[in-house]
């Protein structure tokens, strides 16, 4: 029998204490939703979403049923932020937008506000409506202190998001200057344009994760394919509507999405040629309309919760999902050596797609699905996510048993949670794994999947050196490349060279090293390859921020690569020591606000010479780099404070130059 839960499905009365709580049950599915939703948001902004909008959507629709004062649905975004990039805070915070999904809804919400408005006169909110569509990306705040550019934040999790203004400072739509004077807080999102897509990532799907991978970036490489479009200004008084508010940031040289001002039936006539043709020949994604009360000040009287207005909300395109039939389930062997189910079946038209694969995420959903050949299932499909298997509609089959063996290399599998993994380090799945890393890490972006598969595919490559082996034949024979590709991909390589000592560890791709913990490790006095391999693992235990599990995983992962490590040294591939040696030898520099170049490179740069930079102003940093030497920001006071030198971009050229002559000479 179940317990009494009085207050299960309802918000419990702030003045009532004790009582009996919801069974445990629910309460125990409540926790299990709420983890879940943190967890799906944290992939989502950071670009590498797990499920579908439309489950993740489901799934918080169920927890606001089961309980819709759960602090999660209050919160905005994600605060799991990956910071290799400096914390900042926003002036106002930024919210989000409560969403409906069908006519009836929208119509609803138009209702609402009408009865939240009452007696304040004002003309029927039905007849006063501005829309918008809803650009798909990455939010983002931009500050203009007197027509400069300063500053570039993401939303994060409203109240503190990541700083990056030198990424954002290469984007299109982004001026560095304009004529507006004051200080200036416009939102806008961060988007990539499916041409850029197809010019720039061939290989790539999903542009909403490519521009948050891209924006996020710590080399810069890649921003300057992003476009920022813009729709929101914080607080500014003289302006009246939404309709102006447009207006006005277009004057000042910003794009914004495309609008309009009418009625709701003109918003509900939009939303339906949106639906069939409008949204299909835009150059950028977008998942709904944004629908306001267009008088700001009746939305200032409408007011907000949890950081989402109630005089303005999302109108989203219903997600596609359809019914089709499994025809088989494949096992593929990722680069990590993941091997993930994707069921085969018969094609379905999606979202003007045709469907065939549909993933079925991990072995463990498998079997909770209890997924079988034959079966009906629920295929979706929202603009940037792979499909998905939703669900069983329909069981016909048996249900499938994971396989026991790498249907790429035959190698035995292994379980570890949810998953089953090849762990054979001669897989090609596993080469090819490694090979993306280092191309990811050194910022080769010429290269895609495809152009790594084809050579591991055609023997040329079997481990990091090889490509610095490589001809311009081995890849100019491949099909569909040419002499100008092969050319262009090879140079990349070589231009890269040579490696910092933090980016030749993240490049090996070993498991919890990433670019921010290799640096840690240098600046921990391993600053030689020699040094960090010869670190005992309590050693790297002990440094401040790394923790036991990583020095774990080091210490295993470079004892596990010992030989191709050994091979790389013999093949020339030494990274640079960034001790004492080269003109900027025992200098230490810290970099702030937007720079001519990205930071990675300006970084890159600095490291290359024998530099080495920090991430704040200490009394123990030579230069602060900063585009006005005669700032008055709070970082430039400080350097000031304790006699940093603070320089321009060309004075550390200049620098650079100088210490080189005098150490040649
Ligand atoms: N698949 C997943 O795992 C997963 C996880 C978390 C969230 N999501 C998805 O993210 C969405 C919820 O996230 P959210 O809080 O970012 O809200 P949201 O994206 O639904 O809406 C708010 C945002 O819309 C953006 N926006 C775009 N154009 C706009 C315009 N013209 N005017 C105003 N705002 C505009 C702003 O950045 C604003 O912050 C849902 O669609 C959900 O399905 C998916
Ligand atoms: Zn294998």
Redesign the pocket.
């Known amino acids: 029998m179940k317990q009494g839960n009085l207050f299960a499905a309802q918000p419990r009365p702030a003045s009532l204490q004790g009582g009996l709580d919801s069974n445990a049950e629910q309460r125990a599915r409540i926790d299990e939703l709420a983890q879940r939703?943190e967890r799906?948001?944290a992939?989502?902004?950071a670009g590498n979403?797990?499920?579908?909008?439309?489950?993740?959507?489901a799934l918080?629709d169920e927890l606001r049923a089961l309980d819709p004062t759960h602090p999660v649905l209050a919160r905005?975004?994600s605060s799991a932020l990956v910071t290799e990039w400096e914390k900042a805070r926003h002036e106002i915070p930024?919210?989000?937008?409560n969403?409906v999904v069908n006519e009836d809804e929208l119509r609803a919400w138009v209702a609402r506000c009408e009865e939240l408005l009452g007696k304040e006169p004002h003309a029927p909110v039905a007849s006063d409506l501005f829309v918008?569509?809803?650009?798909?990306?990455?939010?983002i705040e931009v500050l203009y202190k007197d027509g400069k550019l300063v500053d570039a934040i993401t939303?994060g999790d409203g109240e503190w998001g990541e700083r990056i203004t030198a990424n954002v400072a290469r984007m299109k739509g982004v001026p560095a200057r304009i004529r507006e004077r004051g200080h200036l807080s416009v939102?806008g999102?961060i988007i990539l344009r499916l041409s850029d897509m197809k010019a720039h990532f061939p290989g790539v799907t999903s542009p909403r994760n490519m521009a948050a991978g891209l924006s996020k970036r710590f080399d810069g490489q890649g921003a300057e394919r992003c476009t920022v479009m813009f729709?929101?200004v914080a607080e500014h008084a003289e302006i009246p509507t939404c309709r102006r508010r447009f207006e006005w940031l277009r004057e000042l040289g910003f794009a914004t999405?495309r609008?309009a001002h009418g009625t709701l039936d003109d918003v509900i006539d939009l939303y339906r040629k949106y639906g069939s043709e409008l949204r299909g020949a835009l150059d950028y994604e977008?998942?709904?309309l944004?629908v306001y009360v267009d008088s700001l000040n009746l939305q200032t009287v409408l007011g907000d919760l949890n950081r989402r207005p109630r005089g303005?909300v999302?109108f989203?395109f219903a997600s596609p999902a359809k019914v089709s039939k499994v025809v088989a389930i494949q096992w593929d062997t990722g680069p990590s050596g993941r091997v993930t189910p994707v069921a085969i079946v018969e094609p379905v038209e999606l979202a003007g797609a045709v469907v065939q694969r549909a993933s079925l995420h991990n072995a463990a959903n498998v079997r909770t699905l209890g997924l079988g050949v034959g079966d009906e299932v629920l295929v979706s499909r929202?603009n940037d996510?792979i499909p998905y298997v939703e669900e069983v509609v329909e069981k016909h089959g048996p249900a499938a048993q994971p396989p026991t063996t790498c249907g790429v290399c035959s190698g035995a599998l292994v379980t570890e949670g949810e998953y089953i993994l090849c762990r054979n380090a001669s897989c090609r799945a596993l080469i090819e794994g490694r090979i993306h890393n280092w191309i990811d890490a050194i910022g080769a972006l010429e290269w895609g999947d495809k152009l790594i598969e084809q050579l591991v595919a055609a023997g040329h490559l079997r481990e990091p050196l090889d490509l610095y082996k490589l001809k311009v034949k081995d890849i100019a024979d491949l099909e569909r490349r040419g002499e100008k590709i092969a050319k262009k991909c090879l140079d990349q390589i070589q231009s890269r060279l040579p490696l910092t000592l933090p980016v030749f560890l993240t490049a090996l791709g070993i498991e919890g090293f990433a670019l921010q913990t290799a640096r840690l490790l240098v600046s921990a006095g391993h600053d030689t390859l020699d040094k960090v391999r010869a670190a005992k693992e309590a050693e790297l235990a002990a440094i401040p921020g790394l923790g036991a599990i990583k020095a774990a995983n080091i210490t295993r992962g470079l004892a596990a690569r010992k030989d191709e490590i050994d091979r790389l040294i013999a093949g020339g591939i030494q990274p640079v020591t960034t001790a004492a040696e080269g003109p900027l030898g025992g200098l230490t520099f810290c970099f702030t606000g937007s720079g001519t170049r990205p930071r990675g490179e300006l970084t890159q740069l600095v490291e290359s010479n024998g530099g080495r930079v920090l991430g704040s102003v200490t009394k123990e940093l030579n230069y602060l780099i900063i585009a006005d030497t005669s700032s008055t920001s709070s970082k430039a006071e400080k350097a000031r404070k304790y006699g940093t030198k603070l320089i321009t971009e060309e004075q550390l050229d200049q620098l650079i130059e100088e210490r080189r002559a005098a150490g040649a000479s």
């Open positions: 939703v799906y948001r992939s989502y902004y979403t797990e499920i579908s909008d439309a489950a993740y959507d918080e905005v975004g930024m919210g989000s937008l969403k918008a569509e809803k650009l798909d990306g990455i939010s939303r939102r999102e729709y929101d999405p609008s977008i998942d709904g944004v303005a999302a989203k929202r996510v």
